[in-house]
């Protein structure tokens, strides 16, 4: 799906984080940088309790999110910051969503590991 420029005139893109490590965080901080109303957080969510009370202390004003679905429920796209082992999982429940996705993988060998379960590009029959 193609979205125009004219599609979005007067729509804010919200994004969801998933995962609140050093690339969630550094996601977020950029985001909140941005004029709001072009770009905005709409929620971060993290399975360690830890890293969700940093959130909370750190950034009170962005909403912290139950879970996974909650952050895609919400988002016009989902940052996947989790772990590379996890990514694929996401991004699947992104797309099955409807909504665009970006994960940043740091390991190659995790690319490779999960390259048999990607869905393979059409082919055009002669």
Same mark, same amino acid.
């Given at each position: $799906?193609?979205i125009?420029?004219? &599609?979005?005139?007067?729509? /804010?893109? !919200?994004?969801? %984080? #998933?995962? @609140? ?22 929620g ?10 940093? $959130?909370?202390?750190n950034?009170? &004003?962005?909403?912290?999110? /139950?879970? !996974?679905?909650? %952050? #895609?429920? @919400? ?46 590009? !059409?082919?055009?029959?002669?």
């Open positions: $799906m193609r125009e420029c004219d &599609e979005m005139t007067n729509t /804010s893109v !919200a994004i969801g %984080i #998933i995962g @609140a490590g050093i690339m969630g965080e550094r996601l977020l901080n950029a985001i909140l940088q941005q004029d709001p109303d072009m770009l905005h957080v709409c971060i969510w993290d399975p360690s309790p830890e890293a969700m009370r940093r $959130m909370e202390q950034f009170p &004003e962005v909403p912290r999110m /139950s879970d !996974a679905s909650a %952050i #895609i429920a @919400a988002s016009d796209c989902v940052y996947i910051a989790s772990p590379p082992a996890s990514h694929l999982g996401h991004a699947r429940a992104a797309l099955a969503a409807g909504k665009r996705s970006s994960a940043r993988n740091r390991s190659p060998s995790m690319s490779a590991m999960h390259a048999p379960s990607w869905p393979r590009p !059409a082919t055009v029959a002669p």
